[in-house]
């Protein structure tokens, strides 16, 4: 019986794949998308969720309009020079019309989720925390109806946005250790080292571009990203950060998971949302999974089947 997802995301171009990684896996169902500010504006972020289902044909998935900002602290940061300015490499307008979002807020319709649920439901949280915080200080009473939250966040060593912190972090570092210091909930964290260690090179790129209209469309948002890459980090491969951590939510063990005490520094230094680890990981601090990945190959063969198993 496939177990039931709920996907809080920021499409962004690997927020992308991640959801037809997921929409194409056997093992879960897709029971709610939640879009959010993050790399680019919220109502651009929800036009792409909301795109990217009626490209794959789930028009039956609810989409929901997530946070338009952080939880306290109001900051514009995106990442149009990354995703593209319309989140999808350009290629939003190329897509077909957006399926609407239901009324109300998308922390509301994850909370219906869980209500609703016969079983525990795992969430996926592959952008800013904002709703995942939210869910949790809101509906303490549904905690026990979430089976895990597997977040793609965090750097346990360089960051991306700033030497130390990761992009959905930063975005959010109130949220972000809000989630990752719930204690009740087995939340697992899959940091920007692993991601970035699971990069797909040309080979890869080009096994998805072949496969389908849905995977060449992908191949087509991923071309500028992969610029970005290689004048990033001087080499031809595209780290697919949130589909890296969606593997882990659809096939639980894909990833090596080591507990950790984890906490997020939330104050106003250079140090801003980095991810801290260790038992000085400060107050609050709890073992969270932090996922490795030992065997790249088989890691991108997994996220590579699935995506074309259409
Ligand atoms: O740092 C990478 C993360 O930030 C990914 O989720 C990407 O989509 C952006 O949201
Ligand atoms: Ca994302």
């Known amino acids: 019986m496939?177990?039931?997802l709920?996907?809080?995301?920021?499409?962004?171009?690997?927020?992308?794949?991640?959801?037809?990684?997921?929409?194409?896996?056997?093992?879960?169902?897709?029971?709610?998308?939640?879009?959010?500010?993050?790399?680019?504006?919220?109502?651009?972020t929800l036009a792409n969720a909301g795109r990217l289902l009626a490209l794959t044909g789930r028009t039956d998935v609810p989409l929901g309009a997530g946070a338009a900002r952080p939880l306290v602290h109001r900051r514009e940061q995106r990442a149009g020079h990354v995703h593209g300015d319309d989140g999808l490499g350009g290629r939003a307008s190329s897509l077909p019309d957006p399926v609407a979002p239901v009324p109300g807020s998308g922390v509301a319709l994850m909370a219906r989720v869980l209500e609703e649920a016969a079983e525990p439901v795992t969430i996926a949280s592959i952008?800013?925390?904002?709703?995942?915080?939210?869910?949790?200080?809101?509906?303490?009473?549904?905690?026990?109806?979430?089976a895990r939250v597997v977040v793609m966040g965090g750097a346990i060593g360089?960051?991306?946005?700033?030497?130390?912190?990761?992009?959905?972090?930063?975005?959010?570092?109130?949220?972000?250790?809000?989630?990752?210091t719930q204690d009740d909930v087995p939340v697992a964290l899959v940091p920007l080292e692993t991601t970035l260690g699971c990069a797909a090179g040309p080979e890869w790129l080009a096994a998805l571009h072949d496969a389908?209209?849905?995977?060449?469309?992908?191949?087509?948002?991923?071309?500028?990203?992969r610029?970005?890459?290689r004048g990033r980090y001087g080499r031809d491969a595209v780290a697919l950060h949130?589909?890296?951590?969606?593997?882990?939510?659809?096939a639980p063990g894909s990833l090596t998971a080591t507990?950790?005490?984890?906490?997020?520094?939330?104050?106003?230094?250079?140090?801003?949302?980095?991810?801290?680890?260790?038992?000085?990981?400060?107050?609050?601090?709890?073992?969270?999974?932090?996922?490795?990945?030992?065997?790249?190959p088989a890691v991108l063969d997994a996220v590579l089947r699935r995506l074309t198993s259409a």
């Not at 952008?127 to 979430?146: F, M, Q, S, Y």
């Open 2 to 4: 496939p177990r039931p």
């Open 6 to 44: 709920i996907i809080d995301t920021d499409p962004g171009v690997d927020d992308a794949v991640a959801l037809v990684l997921a929409l194409r896996s056997p093992e879960v169902d897709v029971r709610a998308v939640v879009a959010s500010f993050g790399n680019v504006g919220p109502d651009a």
């Open 127 to 146: 952008g800013p925390l904002t709703d995942t915080a939210i869910l949790l200080a809101a509906r303490p009473d549904l905690t026990g109806r979430i």
């Open 158 to 180: 360089g960051g991306n946005v700033t030497t130390s912190a990761e992009f959905n972090v930063h975005a959010d570092p109130e949220a972000a250790h809000r989630v990752l």
């Open 212 to 225: 389908d209209p849905v995977c060449t469309e992908l191949a087509a948002m991923i071309a500028p990203y």
């Open 227 to 229: 610029d970005f890459y």
């Open 242 to 250: 949130d589909a890296t951590a969606l593997l882990e939510a659809v």
């Open 259 to 296: 507990p950790t005490p984890l906490t997020v520094e939330c104050g106003f230094g250079p140090a801003r949302g980095a991810t801290v680890t260790g038992p000085g990981g400060g107050a609050g601090a709890r073992p969270v999974d932090v996922l490795s990945a030992p065997d790249v």
